[in-house]
């Protein structure tokens, strides 16, 4: 009923940038919460930020002033800018969205996407 894709993931330099998106789709009523997620290889998955409808972020300290959280709340997408990336940074990233199905409207739950890798390179 509800897909979330993530993309922009690849290979940069330590120092370097990256963006992702997470586009959500499908049977969708509303979104409220959405957040991004890291898991490093070998190391269980850790919050790195969300982002509310209103637009109220709120950050893992070890990217604030690095990473920057957004959406596009007609395009049902949150975006990660990935500014001073360092090797630690390296692994799957996934976002997360706490969402409304059309039909089942007053249910919130959350759904994930399939994650997207980023590997940073000293």
């Known amino acids: 009923q509800v897909q979330l894709v993530e993309s922009g993931g690849g290979l940069v330099q330590a120092g370097g940038s990256l963006k992702l998106s997470c586009a959500a789709s499908g049977s969708i009523f509303s979104i409220d919460e959405m957040a991004w997620y890291h898991q490093a290889p070998g190391k269980q998955r850790e919050f790195v930020a969300t982002?509310?409808?209103?637009?109220?972020?709120n950050y893992r300290d070890s990217v604030k002033g690095r990473f920057t959280i957004s959406r596009d709340n007609a395009k049902n997408t949150v975006y990660l800018q990935m500014n001073s990336l360092k090797t630690e940074d390296t692994g799957v990233y996934y976002c997360?969205?706490?969402?409304?199905?059309?039909?089942?409207?007053?249910?919130?739950?959350?759904?994930w996407g399939q994650g997207t890798q980023v590997t940073v390179s000293s």
């Open positions: 982002i509310t409808s209103g637009g109220s972020t």
């Open positions: 997360c969205a706490a969402i409304r199905v059309i039909g089942w409207s007053s249910i919130r739950r959350d759904y």
